[in-house]
């Protein structure tokens, strides 16, 4: 099975993916921590991911592509996954020729989204306000057509992402069943 988690930041897509791994015994992949671990990474492309998501934009599409795919493309991902962060522009979606299961869409308010992650214990450099804001901003502005997009294929379930973790675990399992 193959599942696509998409929503603003701090909409819960990192607790649903790795609730969903344990329950269904697959692989959970992120690219947000993909692109935090690449940061770390004393290269000039990690240096450049690192200023990218701190400033709060995002990896331009086709290096995003080529890392997912990179990714997806070892052994662990073959017999289904959970992925969480892509794809987060059309263009994305459309060049994604993988075969998808569901696309779970959690709808949160941006309030609510800041207010979330402002209570994280977990600090990190890419969790400024001003990246946030810009960060909520873009995904209305570019993420938001992917969701028509696999709206228009029938994939995408929303999830009112506002409502107990256990709640919506419990909504996706349903669907799943």
């Given at each position: 099975m193959k599942i696509i988690l998409i929503g603003i930041q701090g909409s819960g897509k990192s607790t649903q993916g790795n609730l969903l791994a344990e329950s269904l015994k697959l692989p959970y992949l992120s690219t947000g921590h993909i692109f935090r671990e690449m940061a770390k990474e004393k290269t000039p492309e990690g240096r450049y991911i690192k200023e990218t998501i701190n400033a709060g934009f995002l990896i331009p599409d086709h290096r995003t592509y080529e890392i997912?795919?990179?990714?997806l493309s070892r052994s662990e991902y073959q017999k289904g996954y959970?992925?969480?962060?892509?794809p987060r522009t059309v263009k994305q979606a459309e060049e994604f020729k993988d075969e998808i299961d569901y696309v779970f869409y959690f709808k949160v308010s941006d309030k609510e989204a800041l207010w979330r992650i402002s209570g994280r214990d977990d600090e990190r450099d890419d969790e400024t306000l001003q990246a946030i804001r810009r960060r909520i901003a873009q995904f209305h502005e570019v993420t938001e057509p992917?969701?028509?997009y696999y709206r228009k294929k029938r994939l995408l379930v929303d999830m009112d992402g506002e409502e107990t973790i256990e709640r919506?675990?419990?909504d996706?399992?349903?669907?799943?069943r």
């Open positions: 997912v795919k990179e990714y959970i992925l969480d962060g892509f992917v969701l028509d919506i675990h419990k996706i399992m349903r669907v799943l």
